[in-house]
């Protein structure tokens, strides 16, 4: 039998759910029954186990009454012995029939599942990089998790407790008004007081585990901020131990009040579902002993046995249909969290007949391109330059100017609102796009490194690489020195995002990474910004051979790097405000003047220092 809802499960909806329930339409469950298209010979296999488990689960109650007639009262051994094996074999033929529903049940969730999750996680992966800035990340995390496991509970409990409920229901009020209607009646019109104390209980409980939940997150959040390194340096050095031991034993006392008064909402509703559970049978035997010895004399002990268990059976599945409303629109507001992501258009996408060119050279060409993430703010406007293959340039300005995002536009990570970037001479939006991000290797502020080994990392470039390339790359990359030095050499673990190793390490390791990608076209997007200067000099000497073999863009603040390219656009508020080479731009007293003396300045006399 399904599991009822009441003070175990949330038999209503919160405010919140209230305020966002979905609208359930024809073409919502269209969509939704088309997932379970693909398994309708399990799902008819088990809405058949449900009807015959639901069937059989009834017969024991009805046995019952023949065992005590005609069995124990007619004093008929060996009938009353058939009728208790009968049963008994009942019993076992529904559990088992009920055991492989579930293993069929789950078997369809669980590939149901295993469908929206691929197709979630491939829809994912095609959208533009502006959808992962603009979206909560635990929101996008929570749809491809916590939702869709809410949805394989739809389909393994709500789907099936509807059916099996309402056939249990149906078969119980029929086989009841066959023995006696006048019994069934008060049976019926006693049912629905049953579920009056447990859909009180059921809320009264749940609002106290929902405070009990708020109380844990509070303390939860009390241990996070005072028992970590830097909580803890904070606490001792303004000398608030006794402040926040007292606050903390505050939320813990109240999280004790909060657990006994769950604790006895629960004791006293059993209290109170036991006594109401009471009530029915005995208002049975009261009727029905009226009924037997003062007006039916046909009507048996066994009778009155069987509408009894009849009505304990009826329990359980009204109580459940009562509250599959909720469940109901809970399953259909999962569906439509995780519809909402697979109705959202792809924007980055290869064109019809994309071209994949047979060699490609670096060339890249910026042609009156207009940029902007929101309709009410320009990033971009009429930017226009050319690299040319073997060439290097220099992109300077000052922060929030548009400088990342003209970089970010080339391997179409976004696409341009207006205007044209072309490589090779060619449209990026008509190239295809797995060709075009292969030539293009980007080393960025922000390294991200897999958790896994140092060989994981780097073979994620080149699944196929040897152990001499993995060695020559790291050489290159001006790491390997670090690596020897590692007990596990490449096979060293870098953590989780890389923590095990130093922000100049993690950095070197993606140059080396990007080496073995072997790009036409690499770009720096100030890769040494926010390390100390002994790591940005080493990431400075694995850079340079890179700028002057090959075709290069560089996003920096570090002097030596902005001289080493061919020529130096300098960005203000999205347009290109001046361009040239470094002497000619000092001599012009312009932003790049201003850049050079507050910034560029600096970085050269820590240059100077070493």
Request: aromatic fraction near 8%; charge should be neutral.
């Amino acid at each position: 039998m399904p599991p009822m809802g009441g003070p175990m499960g949330r038999g209503y909806l919160t405010e919140e759910e209230k305020a966002n329930k979905p609208k359930v339409t024809l073409p919502l469950l269209k969509r939704i029954f088309s997932y379970l298209l693909p398994y309708w010979k399990q799902l008819a296999i088990v809405l058949g186990c449900i009807v015959i488990s639901s069937v059989l689960g009834l017969l024991p109650s009805v046995l019952t009454g023949k065992i005590i007639d005609e069995g124990l009262i007619g004093q008929n051994l060996k009938l009353l012995i058939i009728l208790i094996l009968a049963s008994l074999g009942v019993s076992l033929g529904s559990n088992l029939i009920q055991v492989a529903e579930s293993y069929l049940n789950n078997w369809i969730a669980q590939h149901i599942t295993f469908d929206l999750r691929n197709k979630m996680y491939s829809h994912l992966q095609k959208m533009s990089q502006g959808f992962f800035t603009s979206n909560n990340q635990g929101d996008i995390i929570t749809r491809m998790t916590s939702d869709i496991s809410g949805v394989e509970r739809v389909i393994t409990s709500t789907f099936t407790s509807i059916l099996s409920n309402s056939i249990t229901l149906i078969c119980a009020v029929v086989i009841m008004y066959r023995e006696n209607w006048i019994l069934a009646t008060v049976g019926v019109l006693i049912t629905p007081l049953f579920t009056i104390p447990t859909r009180w209980a059921g809320k009264t409980r749940w609002t106290l585990t929902r405070e009990a939940q708020e109380c844990n997150d509070e303390i939860n959040g009390i241990l996070n901020e005072t028992l970590s390194v830097s909580g803890q340096l904070l606490v001792k050095l303004f000398g608030k131990e006794e402040y926040e031991y007292n606050r903390y034993e505050k939320a813990n006392k109240r999280m004790i009040r909060l657990h006994i008064k769950e604790s006895m909402a629960g004791r006293w509703f059993r209290v109170v579902i036991n006594t109401f559970s009471s009530v029915g049978p005995m208002l049975l035997y009261l009727v029905g002993g009226i009924l037997m010895m003062k007006y039916n004399s046909s009507l048996s002990v066994g009778d009155i046995t069987v509408l009894v268990a009849l009505l304990g059976r009826m329990y359980g599945p009204v109580n459940s249909l009562l509250n599959i409303q909720v469940e109901w629109i809970r399953s259909m507001a999962l569906f439509t969290r995780i519809f909402e992501y697979f109705d959202m258009p792809v924007e980055i996408k290869n064109a019809e007949n994309a071209i994949i060119p047979k060699q490609a050279n670096g060339n890249v060409e910026f042609k009156h391109v207009e940029f902007s993430y929101t309709p009410e703010r320009k990033i971009l406007n009429d930017i226009n330059f050319e690299l040319k293959s073997g060439n290097s340039i220099a992109i300077v300005g000052p922060s929030g100017s548009g400088k990342s995002t003209i970089i970010n536009l080339i391997p179409r990570l976004y696409d341009v609102c207006a205007g044209q970037v072309t490589f090779d001479g060619v449209d990026v939006r008509d190239l295809d796009l797995d060709f075009l991000r292969e030539k293009i290797g980007i080393v960025s502020q922000e390294t991200y490194l897999f958790n896994g080994t140092i060989r994981e990392n780097l073979l994620y470039a080149k699944p196929d690489a040897t152990e001499e390339e993995l060695i020559e790359a790291c050489k290159k990359a001006n790491i390997y020195d670090f690596v020897a030095s590692q007990e596990a050499g490449l096979d060293t673990m870098v953590g989780n995002r890389g923590l095990k190793l130093s922000g100049g390490e993690k950095q070197r390791i993606s140059i080396a990474r990007i080496l073995l990608k072997n790009p036409v076209l690499f770009i720096f997007d100030e890769a040494t910004s926010a390390l100390d200067s002994i790591s940005e000099s080493k990431i400075q000497e694995a850079i340079d051979p890179i700028i002057h073999s090959r075709t290069s863009i560089l996003i920096a603040h570090r002097l030596s790097t902005i001289l080493a390219a061919d020529e130096i656009l300098v960005i203000k508020d999205g347009k290109i405000a001046e361009r040239g080479v470094h002497s000619e731009l000092v001599k012009a007293g312009g932003i790049y003047t201003e850049l050079y003396e507050t910034q560029f300045g600096k970085a050269l006399e820590k240059e100077d220092d070493k």
